[in-house]
Structures are given as structure tokens and as C-alpha cells.
């Protein structure tokens, strides 16, 4: 069992940066694959990054190549995203997800743990 939860949301203005963070509980944390996901008001929960158990594959939304990087630190049991030239558009509620394998990560399919996602708003 993993319990993921999320930290580092909050206001913004526009281009300026957050750093979201995913605490992890439990032993396995370096097994898992990792990501983030968000969902905007009244629009379905969307993929946003993939980072694979040992942090050697990631994978990214267009929208936000070139200004988010995911990262983890398997030591700490954490991922990490950094967001930078926020967008209005970028605002909605983040989400943490861990699933044994890169590709459901990716393709968000049953994923095995999900956090309780935070805030994230770009005023402009």
C-alpha cells in the first residue's frame, strides 16, 4: 500500500513558477512509476507527466514541454514538479499517482494510488 500526498500548490501569477511535491509512505517507493494529473473546473482529470521508477524515462503533456519537469528522489520517497511559465490555463487541481508500471502511468490506466491533489491558480 502507498499513501501519496501533495504539497506546494497555491496563487500565482502568470510566468511565474510553483513546485509541486508527492510525499510517498510505504517501503516499495522506488518500484513504482510516478506521474501527475490535473483536472480543471468542469473538465475531465488529465495526464501531465510520467517519470519511470529510477527517474531514467519521463514523459510530458504538449502543453507543458519545455516548462514543467517532473523528478524524483527515491531516498526521500518524493516527486517533484516544477512549473515554470505558469499559464492561466494551467489552473486546476493537481494530482499525485503511483502505478507499478510506466505505461499505465502514462496512458493513465488503473492506476494503483492516487493523492487527494492540491490547488494550483494562475491569475492573469
Known amino acids: 500500500q502507498v499513501q501519496l500526498v501533495e504539497s506546494g500548490g497555491g496563487l500565482v501569477q502568470a510566468g511565474g513558477s510553483l513546485r509541486l511535491s508527492c510525499a510517498a509512505s510505504?517501503?516499495?517507493?522506488?518500484?513504482?512509476?510516478m506521474g501527475w494529473f490535473r483536472q480543471a473546473p468542469g473538465k475531465e482529470r488529465e495526464f501531465v507527466a510520467a517519470?519511470?521508477?529510477?527517474?531514467?524515462?519521463?514523459s510530458y503533456e504538449d502543453s507543458v514541454k519545455g516548462r514543467f519537469t517532473i523528478s524524483r528522489d527515491n531516498a526521500k520517497s518524493t516527486v517533484h514538479l516544477q512549473m515554470n511559465s505558469l499559464k492561466p490555463e494551467d489552473t486546476a487541481v493537481y494530482y499525485c499517482?503511483?502505478?507499478?508500471?510506466?505505461?499505465?502511468?502514462?496512458?493513465?490506466?488503473?492506476?494503483?494510488?492516487w493523492g487527494q491533489g492540491t490547488q494550483v491558480t494562475v491569475s492573469s
Open positions: 510505504g517501503p516499495t517507493f522506488s518500484s513504482y512509476a
Open positions: 517519470i519511470n521508477w529510477s527517474g531514467s524515462s519521463t
Open positions: 499517482a503511483a502505478d507499478q508500471y510506466y505505461s499505465n502511468v502514462r496512458w493513465a490506466r488503473g492506476l494503483d494510488f
